[in-house]
């Protein structure tokens, strides 16, 4: 069903979204969905940055041991 919407039925749900809400509700809406996104992304850079390396490779001697 909604594969066949295309930019005249995008710009259709927008007008009448627009007309609904209004200019300022639905620009509030964005700019929370830009806060949520932006915050988002923080978080995955974050779980990112937190990950321990990866463990030493085996064939090294360690604490001097031969």
């Known amino acids: 069903m909604l594969n066949n919407i295309g930019l005249p039925g995008l710009l259709l749900i927008v007008v009448v979204t627009l007309l609904l809400f209004g200019r300022g509700k ?4 964005m700019g ?14 974050e779980e ?10 085996r064939g090294r001697p360690e604490d001097g041991q031969a």
């Open 26 to 29: 639905v620009g509030a809406l």
């Open 32 to 45: 929370e969905v830009g806060t949520g996104l932006a915050a988002f992304r923080k978080g995955l850079r």
């Open 48 to 57: 990112t940055d937190d990950t321990p390396a990866p463990p030493a490779a």
